[in-house]
């Protein structure tokens, strides 16, 4: 499949606001990993989206605020776009590192007069080709002394109908969820100028003729029947059972897209935000192309070619946008098809054919994730926003754990104590665990062996493939795992894949003791050359764990990457080389950790501060924040709240990291003179001064069966006093509570002093 045409489509963030984590887990990640991915398998991908700048939600934050709409839209599209960046999603550069062949991407705006130019050509087209009715309408009409305006459903407010709440907006309301006809609000004022008179007039408006393409998007959706997720079947379905209704394209509102119109009637009015805002996807590719292709270029993801090749039309959106995907976006494309050949009123419209715009292959659409339980909301200001989280935390900790929690198939969670514990235990713990072994494994293996060793990389003349070929098996199983969840958009079981290499690797390496073989280079045994051969091909897993986790974890997979002393950008490499076992072996020498441990407590903190000063709350500096509850803040709450099973404390891992277990050699043992069941034992523990404990375990040893003895103590027990002798820690022993206690010793030799964990 490597050379298709993928077009990639992903929502439009909305200029209202910065875009807080659930935006990204349901929108913004998951297409980015895709795009990354295809460009891998060597496919031609152009990734197209933008800030959706036009609307009321926005017009009302520029007049409470006291500032014009384009000074709200400038904002936050240089804010969302830079955050964006920050994250890793690959909208720079514009052009495919391989050449424009390969497509690229480009993040736009609705606001771009280019945009304006192929929305108005369209609406023309539509125009012409009898696909809109006009209709009047009923609407609130503000009066002022010089000339009033019309006031969308936004800008008007009384009592709810229903409920009686005050505060319900033109045509619903936020308490009870009701919808309504604007004319059935109860004591209507306008919003923004509670005491100017009001009152109902005519409006003209232009309606989309949805009605028309119903049995064209029921075929539509019964050829997608097997591809679509189950969420997006259901949506479609409900959509289209209820019958298409023709829809409105055009309002009164200043702040938007001028209708292509001539005449005094349709001054003040403009095209719907849902109408031009989805026509990005169009003028998005048609504007790459201009700008950095040749101008025709566009159609090649665009368009079904002559001998019926359809590009691939991938959508990413969060489960409140299905519809608009399956139902009227495709009733557009299929409008602007009907309108290019020529067609009219008179005319059936069809599926796209030869030379038509093509319609979506698949809608991989997401489902919520929610905020400690609570759903993410820019307008009730519920959130954790991706700026502030960017400044505080490596952005590929953020990938991880919004793709390891990715809600694909239902809501899922985002709360800083399960974070926290992901990214230590799973990321770190797991896959940065086994670089750093490698890494350092391989340093002390150059150091170890002077004579042999080849400069450019220790490991090399170890490599042995012959010797490893269960790890080649398995890591071919599993490149074929990861392959299969990504092509289907299962991205969290895909990165459970990859995880799972390195998960084997820790096995492989544990297994394989390549440390004691370090010690006896000389020794020829097949032992030694086993252990060293897995040792090397230790080298090979790191750099399949990098190639594979590009897509997710482009950051770290370009570090390891070049501690691997392999050359040029990751993100450029074929998938497919991951498996190339033959690769030459190359070397840095560098030795750094991959990822950095997280400190719950110092991050609810934070959190804390942020709640208590109020900044959370502050719309214009968003910077932060998850809303407490009250005082208390949630997240302190969840850090207590376990998922033990009943009859079990667990404890949390932080908890458990605190206790500091070290190896020490037991030096000597003495009775305590004052206690009957202590020795006084003597610990070196890798210091100048050693260690003094006092042990309960006269009855189970003798002192020469413990004199000598490697043991594992807790370091960091608060000194005390015992019958007069002080006790600086404790000698971990087991105890099967029938009598039997047996000290814990090292399997092996190590320096004393080893943290034990
Ligand atoms: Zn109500």
Avoid at 44 to 59: A, C, F, K
């Amino acid at each position: 499949m490597s050379g298709e045409h993928v077009l990639i489509c992903v929502a439009w963030p909305y200029a209202n606001g910065p875009l807080h984590l659930g935006h990204v887990a349901g929108c913004y990640l998951p297409p980015d990993i895709h795009a990354r991915y295809e460009r891998a398998k060597g496919n031609r991908v152009l990734m197209v989206s933008g800030s959706d700048e036009h609307g009321t939600p926005i017009t009302v934050t520029a007049e409470t605020l006291g500032i014009s709409p384009q000074d709200v839209v400038d904002k936050y599209h240089a804010t969302n776009t830079q955050a964006l960046l920050d994250l890793g999603c690959s909208w720079e550069p514009n052009i495919d590192a391989r050449g424009v062949d390969y497509g690229g991407s480009l993040f736009n705006r609705t606001s771009d007069p280019e945009h304006k130019k192929f929305v108005q050509e369209n609406f023309k087209s539509l125009l012409a080709a009898g696909l809109f009715e006009q209709k009047t309408m009923q609407q609130y009409y503000e009066i002022r002394e010089n000339g009033g305006r019309f006031l969308p459903d936004r800008y008007v407010e009384g009592e709810c109908p229903n409920c009686g709440e005050d505060g319900a907006r033109g045509d619903q309301c936020d308490e009870c969820g009701t919808t309504y006809e604007s004319h059935e609000l109860q004591n209507p004022r306008s919003k923004m100028n509670p005491d100017a008179d009001i009152e109902i007039r005519d409006t003209e408006h232009f309606f989309y003729r949805l009605d028309r393409f119903q049995s064209a998007l029921e075929q539509h959706a019964a050829e997608r029947n097997t591809s679509w997720k189950p969420n997006v079947r259901a949506m479609t379905k409900q959509w289209l059972d209820m019958g298409l209704r023709p829809r409105a394209v055009t309002r009164d509102l200043e702040w938007g897209i001028p209708l292509p119109l001539e005449g005094v009637e349709w001054d003040g009015k403009c095209v719907y935000v849902w109408f031009e805002a989805v026509q990005g996807y169009y003028s998005c590719a048609r504007l790459w192309s201009q700008r950095y292709s040749d101008s025709e270029d566009w159609k090649k993801w665009w368009c079904v070619s002559q001998d019926g090749v359809v590009p691939r039309h991938l959508y990413f959106l969060g489960k409140d946008n299905i519809p608009f995907h399956t139902v009227i976006w495709p009733a557009l494309i299929m409008g602007l098809n009907h309108a290019n050949n020529g067609l009219g009123e008179g005319d059936d419209v069809h599926l796209p054919g030869p030379g038509d715009l093509a319609l979506e292959t698949n809608v991989p659409a997401m489902e919520y994730l929610m905020l400690a339980g609570g759903q993410f909301s820019k307008s009730r200001k519920h959130a954790v926003w991706l700026p502030s989280f960017l400044e505080r935390f490596d952005p590929d900790t953020l990938r991880y754990y919004l793709s390891i929690n990715m809600p694909e198939s239902h809501d899922t969670d985002f709360n800083w104590p399960d974070f926290v514990e992901k990214i230590n235990s799973e990321l770190n713990g797991t896959y940065g665990n086994y670089v750093n072994r490698i890494m350092s494994l391989g340093n002390k293996l150059g150091g170890a062996d002077s004579t042999e060793s080849d400069p450019e990389n220790p490991l090399l003349v170890y490599d042995q493939l012959e010797l490893c070929k269960d790890a080649i098996e398995r890591l071919e199983q599993i490149y074929v795992q990861i392959n299969q969840s990504l092509n289907r958009h299962r991205y969290k079981e895909a990165l459970r894949h990859v995880m799972s290499a390195a998960q084997y690797g820790n096995q492989m390496i544990q297994k394989a003791a390549p440390w004691e073989a370090i010690k006896n280079l000389n020794d020829d045994t097949s032992k030694t050359q086993d252990s060293l051969a897995k040792l090397a091909f230790g080298w090979r897993l790191a750099r399949f764990l990098a190639i594979t986790s590009q897509p997710f974890l482009p950051f770290s997979a370009q570090r390891l990457w070049s501690m691997l002393g392999q050359d040029g950008q990751v993100s450029e490499v074929a998938y497919e080389s991951a498996i190339d076992w033959t690769t030459p072996m190359t070397w840095s020498a560098i030795s750094e950790p991959l990822f950095s441990r997280l400190d719950l407590d110092s991050i609810l903190e934070h959190e804390e501060s942020l709640v208590s000063t109020g900044q959370s709350e502050t719309h214009d500096d968003p910077g932060h924040g998850v809303k407490g509850t009250g005082k208390k803040s949630k997240v302190k709450e969840e850090k207590k709240m376990n998922k033990a099973p009943e009859g079990t404390a667990f404890l949390d891992f932080d908890t458990f990291m605190s206790v500091e277990l070290r190896t020490g050699t037991i030096t000597s043992v003495e009775d305590h003179p004052n206690a009957d069941k202590l020795y006084v034992v003597k610990i070196d523990d890798g210091t100048d001064s050693g260690r003094t404990v006092c042990a309960g375990l006269k009855p189970y040893y003798t002192i020469e069966e413990m004199t000598g003895k490697l043991v594992v103590f807790v370091a960091n027990l608060e000194p005390r006093k015992l019958r007069g002798i002080v006790s600086e820690g404790m000698i971990c022993a087991a105890d099967d509570g029938q009598g039997a206690v047996k000290l814990i010793t090292i399997d092996g030799v190590i320096e004393n002093g080893s943290r034990v964990r």
